[in-house]
């Protein structure tokens, strides 16, 4: 019989010639309690932000809770678990999956808007340039995990959404919180388009779906120039939200991305049926907007004059 020493350097000795070393520690269950809704349940550390402990990496997810609250994006925290709390498999310990490419830019075109209020960009540490696509590499996406019935069961193989194994989109299951178009919104969301648009088509490219607009009339623009022709509005999902039907015209208030020159129609936005009264009431907010203290103003002044010619 052999002695508990040489059993174990007869393992030690195993571990270092017969079989391939892992370049940090085996997978562990996840404890970030903003991810443990995600269809994984084991990660591994260091992450893709090179953070070594899941108590670190809470701690600087935890960032994220504002915007997460203002729901740009459907993408946004499965993004974020899986850059903090990347998915661990057997096959795939010593390397844990990155997102998709595709997975980053939704986010980031629907929340980016959403930062630049408040004076914020996107991360550089969550550039989406640096991130795999499905034909140059591994990565994974929401749409493309499958899991096997019960609560513990891991995903089969994630794949990017643009592959030919997209299982069809999402929206059957889109509910798009509807949003009235009235001063207070419009004041308060800071769209950065205005328009006025046939709608000739509605595309869906697996799980990413735009709009293909006619534009009629420009109320308002900030940082893409917008032709009066032919135009795409990309949504961040697979969801268009707001809905747009074909061959009807709208008023669509929405964001732009000036990185990508892009019209975006993302949660937040708006599209209501085109009526010449809500345009003129659109451009009367957009003046209050420009000019916040100049109705006040003259509002004294009226009521001053009044006062005047009763002396």
Request: proline share 7%.
């Amino acid at each position: 019989m052999y002695s508990n020493e040489v059993i174990v350097s007869l393992l030690a000795v195993m571990c270092l010639v017969g079989m391939p070393r892992a370049h940090g520690a085996a997978c562990e269950s996840i404890r970030i309690p903003m991810c443990r809704s995600m269809p994984w349940n084991m990660t591994k550390m260091p992450n893709h932000l090179h953070h070594s402990t899941q108590a670190n990496a809470i701690l600087a997810i935890e960032q994220f809770e504002g915007l997460l609250g203002t729901q740009c994006s459907p993408d946004l925290l499965f993004f974020l678990c899986a850059m903090y709390a990347p998915i661990c498999t057997i096959d795939f310990q010593h390397d844990p999956i990155k997102p998709c490419k595709s997975v980053c830019e939704r986010a980031k075109s629907g929340c980016e808007p959403v930062m630049k209020r408040y004076n914020h960009t996107w991360p550089e540490s969550l550039a989406c340039e640096d991130l795999p696509v499905y034909d140059r590499g591994v990565c994974i996406s929401p749409e493309a995990i499958v899991t096997a019935e019960g609560p513990e069961s891991m995903p089969d193989f994630p794949m990017d959404s643009h592959n030919g194994n997209c299982r069809g989109t999402n929206t059957e299951r889109c509910k798009c919180k509807p949003i009235k178009p009235n001063q207070k919104t419009y004041i308060r969301n800071n769209y950065n388009y205005v328009i006025r648009a046939k709608v000739k088509e509605v595309r869906s490219r697996c799980h990413d779906v735009s709009a293909v607009v006619e534009v009629k009339e420009i109320l308002k623009s900030s940082l893409v120039n917008i032709p009066r022709d032919i135009v795409t509005l990309y949504s961040s999902s697979g969801c268009l939200c707001p809905p747009l039907n074909a061959n009807e015209e709208y008023i669509i208030m929405g964001y732009e991305s000036e990185e990508q020159s892009r019209l975006l129609l993302v949660e937040g936005s708006i599209a209501e049926k085109w009526k010449d009264r809500l345009g003129k009431k659109v451009k009367r907010w957009d003046q209050k907007l420009r000019n916040p203290g100049r109705g006040k103003s003259e509002s004294v002044s009226g009521k001053t004059n009044t006062k005047q010619s009763r002396h």
